[in-house]
């Protein structure tokens, strides 16, 4: 710091560093970040991997400049998540006002945040106008030259892409899942991929960067399963790749489950379309696949592959997640509570429904005794306040809507 500058103030400095680093804390202020972002920018609110890349990035911001605050020189180096997630917007095709906006609205927020701490300080403590002075020197600094680098990082990124064959790929691709292009002749010579045979679609993404080399070979071994060669894979982001393999008939379903070792083994996790024909096969497929990534990312049970055709209901319904969620509530009443006791009510009725009610093979499936399940049912009536048969198939959809997002 200065040499004018007053102990006091870097007293307090250090010690607001060390406290704001507490994982409470710092989750806290994260979370108001990323809110604050996604509320004023909300071109990048509907992209799951996008906003994990945001919270990334968010967390490394805040600890880097919770380590430069109080020093009294600092050299600006962007963490790894900040220049990912300048990659990941460049890769989206986004235009640098994007990034330009969510970096203006973060330094409103970081000021806006700094002025409620200095505010909420007793009079005995340091002196506020210098403390304010203070950060908003350091701040300034700090967003100035990380703008400044990210616009380089951002560049260069957008000018790899728009070169060679891979930015004709995304391009022509683009126009495709657009409804743009429907030649499906002119498309297999564009591309290198039998556009007139069957596609299933797959997303395959990692939360682990040192895993991120490794994508392109699952793409590879997954195409390979389904028994049609390697897949034509395009890169998203910095931890994601689109991918659609074609075979000549309709592949059997599950392909890519049957891989769920080789996935788990690379901590990467898969999204799958349901298989269709042609052109508009090579679009749904993909938006099935894109709807249920969504699912998995938001599940808290972090499945390592998720099929639309096992999930299509529940996609569905999570098209408007606020109705789904009274609707859930409304059906299941304090069954959808989180308590230990509702848990078990839960995973008995929801056996129960999906095995047609036969007791045996619930009790079989839970490991208790034919009369403990009769009894839980019972007991799961009572809170519902009618017989599960009266309401079978409201309940099941409630039921797998918890269980599809790891409440079951």
């Keep these: 710091m200065p040499p004018e500058f007053d102990p006091a103030v870097a007293r307090w400095l250090n010690a607001f560093a060390v406290e704001a680093r507490e994982p409470q804390r710092m989750r806290a ?113 700090w967003i100035d030259h990380t703008v400044e680098n990210l616009i380089a990082v951002y560049h260069v990124e957008r000018q790899r892409i728009t070169q060679g064959a891979m930015a004709r790929r995304l391009e022509i691709v683009g126009l495709v899942l657009a409804g743009k292009a429907s030649d499906a002749r002119q498309l297999t010579v564009d591309l290198g991929y039998p556009m007139l045979q069957h596609h299933t679609a797959y997303v395959l993404w990692t939360d682990d960067n040192e895993r991120v080399g490794e994508l392109t070979g699952i793409a590879n071994a997954l195409g390979t399963a389904i028994g049609h060669g390697p897949p034509l894979a395009l890169s998203q982001g910095t931890r994601e790749l689109w991918c659609w393999t074609a075979s000549p008939k309709a592949p059997v379903t599950h392909l890519i489950s049957s891989q769920a070792e080789l996935l788990e083994a690379n901590q990467v996790r898969a999204a799958v379309g349901i298989p269709s024909r042609g052109v508009d096969g090579f679009r749904t497929s993909h938006g099935e696949a894109r709807a249920t990534q969504r699912l998995s990312v938001d599940s808290a049970a972090r499945p390592t592959v998720l099929e639309y055709g096992d999930v299509e209901l529940v996609s569905l319904m999570r098209a408007d997640a606020t109705a789904a969620d009274r609707f859930v509530n409304r059906v299941l009443g304090r069954l959808a509570s989180d308590d230990k006791g509702m848990d078990r009510l839960r995973e008995t009725l929801y056996t129960f429904v999906t095995n047609a009610g036969d007791l045996d093979a619930v009790a079989e499936t839970l490991i208790v005794h034919r009369n403990t399940v009769r009894y839980r049912i019972r007991q799961a009536e009572e809170i519902l306040g009618h017989r599960v048969g009266e309401r079978r198939a409201d309940v099941e959809v409630a039921l797998r809507h918890l269980a599809v997002l790891g409440r079951l």
């Design 29 to 141: 202020w994260v979370d108001l970040m990323n809110k604050t972002i996604l509320e004023q920018v909300p071109e990048i609110d509907g992209d799951a991997l996008l906003r994990q890349d945001l919270d990334a990035s968010s967390q490394a911001h805040w600890e880097n400049f919770l380590t430069v605050v109080a020093q009294q020189e600092h050299r600006v180096v962007l963490p790894p998540p900040v220049s990912d997630f300048a990659l990941s917007i460049a890769r989206r095709g986004f235009e640098l006002n994007v990034l330009l906006k969510i970096y203006r609205v973060a330094q409103q927020a970081l000021w806006n945040y700094i002025i409620d701490v200095v505010d909420e300080l007793p009079p005995s403590g340091p002196d506020r106008t210098a403390l304010l002075v203070h950060f908003w020197s350091r701040a300034g600094s």
